[in-house]
């Protein structure tokens, strides 16, 4: 028995998934909370964030929202913790800490 892609969550049982089902159905990462697999955590220092915005194109998991050319706070829900925005931002408006939030 095959799981709608819409239905699948942590909870889903393997047995309800197909083989490849990512392949077919790309974007299923949206409903899964990866942040949790973290082990460190990005803290967002807003007063020395000059809004460059250098952070959120290098984000490989899309975890820094920009809306009207800002960027907003991280979403932690599926941030995974690489620090890669930490390394390129030019201000020190990203400091990475130890541990899960």
Request: aromatic share 6%; hydrophobic share 30%.
């Amino acid at each position: 028995m095959r799981t709608d892609i819409n239905k699948i969550n942590e909870h889903t049982p393997h047995t309800g998934l197909t083989e490849g089902m990512q392949v077919f159905a790309a974007g299923t990462s949206k409903y899964f909370k990866t942040g949790e697999w973290r082990n460190n955590t990005p803290v967002y220092l807003e007063d020395n964030c000059k809004q460059c915005l250098l952070c959120a194109p290098v984000c490989p998991d899309s975890s820094i929202p920009v809306k009207d050319q800002k960027r907003g706070a991280f979403d932690l829900d599926h941030c995974k913790g690489c620090g890669i925005c930490a390394k390129v931002c030019p201000f020190g408006a990203i400091k990475m800490k130890e541990g899960v939030e």
